[in-house]
């Protein structure tokens, strides 16, 4: 079935510095992924979507600047969490559509954030 | 009105009995269904895919689906304590295709 790899999956980092996460579809091209955060006891809120070769879409209330999407290539798409704050941590977790063959959307382990 | 609802429970069943999770959306555009399984600290993990009103079965899950009412609902039959988790509904968004999720219902199986 799909696979889509995320790394890391635990990252402490301190305030103001930046973050990268990354996420890989390892047997299935992307062209679209999605990323979410979710803290505690509560849902998954998609916070923008990542295309391939074009600018990320982001949700209502996304700061774009904040949170650095880039896909530059069919397997890989990058969510960056720039000038960091302990409001930010939470946890990470990108999905894609999976390859053909597969139902739903497949999701990444998630990247646990803690910004300290 | 939320996109999609779920009473957050927590909801208790006895082993071997049948748990029902319920589920609604307010978006009528929405066209494609999904129950994820999501353990604590873990990232969620699809069960079933609905897509047509009626039932659709896999092993011991059956996915409802009602359009007309908007709603859709996950039966477990034969609860195991590994069926302990938080299932999280979701909804494609009818505008643009992408997925929301609802809060989750934390299921908790009595052994």
């Not at chain 1, 798409?77 to 990470?92: C, I, K, W």
Request: with cysteine.
């Amino acid at each position: 079935g799909a696979v889509v790899s995320q790394h890391p999956s635990r990252v402490i980092c301190k305030s103001g510095t930046s973050v990268k996460i990354e996420c890989r579809s390892l047997d299935f091209q992307a062209t679209t992924m999605f990323w979410y955060r979710q803290f505690p006891k509560q849902s998954l809120m998609l916070m923008a979507t990542s295309n391939e070769g074009s600018k990320a879409t982001y949700e209502q209330g996304v700061e774009k600047d904040k949170f650095l999407i880039n896909h530059a290539s069919l397997t890989l798409s990058t969510l960056t969490v720039t000038s960091a704050h302990p409001e930010d941590s939470s946890f990470y977790i990108c999905s894609a559509r999976g390859g053909q063959g597969t139902d739903g959307y497949t999701f990444g382990s998630g990247t646990r954030l803690t910004v300290v | 009105q939320k996109e999609v609802e779920q009473n957050s429970g927590p909801l208790s069943v006895p082993e071997g009995a049948i748990a029902s999770l319920n589920c609604t959306y307010s978006d009528r555009g929405s066209q494609s269904f999904f129950w994820y399984r999501q353990y604590s600290g873990k990232s969620p993990e699809l069960i079933m895919s609905i897509y047509s009103n009626g039932d659709k079965e896999d092993g011991r899950f059956t996915a409802q689906l009602n359009k007309a009412s908007q709603y859709v609902s996950l039966l477990i039959r034969d609860s195991q304590p590994s069926d302990s988790a938080t299932y999280l509904c979701a909804v494609n968004r009818g505008r643009d295709d992408k997925i929301i999720f609802g809060k989750g219902t934390r299921l908790h199986i009595l052994p």
